[in-house]
């Protein structure tokens, strides 16, 4: 498959008698057919083929959603399905991934914390894309998962009360905001911070008093 999730037809085992491929979660190919020899090297009837590049792939979630980056050698997909689990072992599903640069994305408010995701994906191969394989990678959202800082709502500006913004991290989580004038010394502005089922709303009543300000939302350390 190319980057587009199309069949490449420019590809070939170049193993002559191959019958048969399937690929492998870590994007090795396994070719069988009526060939007693691959390469060079003797086998019979079945083989794996081996990749210069390593397969890479990570998946990571933030408090608005799943990201799954799949590069080298990994095997193109198809498409990709999103679950949810409490316990590792009863999944929910919430929706389809949709493609973004380097791999798949779900934009989701819907994680609190220690909750499984767990994305899987469909690689079609073998002749004429006659096989199916599934792949899937789990992560677990922890204390260190990244809150997120919203700039396109109604909150985002300033407002009779002072400057504000949406702070959206995981149910549960403990988020520090810090604020700084030059980029370099930070110094945190509201601590303990528990994000509840809604999303928080933080305002700095001081804005005015200083000629510029920066804000930054981080996982508390405790």
């Known amino acids: 498959?190319?980057?587009?999730?199309?069949?490449?037809?420019?590809?070939?085992?170049?193993?002559?008698?191959?019958?048969?491929?399937?690929?492998?979660?870590?994007?090795?190919?396994?070719?069988?057919?009526?060939?007693?020899?691959?390469?060079?090297?003797?086998?019979?009837?079945?083989a794996r083929l081996n990749l210069l590049t390593?397969?890479?792939?990570?998946?990571?979630?933030?408090?608005?959603?799943?990201?799954?980056?799949?590069?080298?050698?990994?095997?193109?997909?198809?498409?990709?399905?999103?679950?949810?689990?409490?316990?590792?072992?009863?999944?929910?599903?919430?929706?389809?991934?949709?493609?973004?640069?380097?791999?798949?994305?779900?934009?989701?408010?819907?994680?609190?914390?220690?909750?499984f995701v767990r994305a899987r994906g469909f690689a079609s191969g073998g002749r004429w894309n006659g096989s199916l394989s599934l792949v899937q990678e789990i992560s677990q959202l922890t204390t260190q998962t990244s809150p997120l800082v919203i700039s396109s709502n109604a909150s985002f500006g300033v407002h009779s009360n002072g400057f504000s913004f949406t702070v959206q991290a995981l149910v549960g989580q403990s988020v520090v905001v810090d604020a700084t004038t030059n980029l370099t010394d930070w110094v945190p502005v509201q601590t303990n911070l528990v994000i509840g089922p809604t999303q928080f709303i933080f305002v700095d009543p001081q804005p005015g008093n200083l000629p510029r300000r920066f804000y930054r939302a981080k996982p508390s350390a405790d």
């Open 1 to 46: 498959m190319d980057a587009n999730g199309l069949r490449d037809t420019n590809w070939s085992t170049q193993v002559p008698g191959a019958g048969g491929l399937a690929i492998q979660p870590d994007g090795k190919v396994l070719v069988c057919g009526l060939f007693s020899s691959v390469c060079g090297q003797p086998r019979s009837c079945l």
């Open 54 to 115: 390593p397969a890479d792939h990570q998946l990571f979630c933030d408090a608005g959603g799943a990201t799954w980056l799949r590069g080298g050698s990994s095997p193109e997909l198809t498409g990709v399905a999103f679950d949810i689990s409490s316990d590792g072992t009863n999944w929910t599903n919430l929706g389809p991934g949709a493609r973004v640069t380097g791999g798949w994305r779900l934009d989701t408010a819907a994680f609190s914390l220690n909750e």
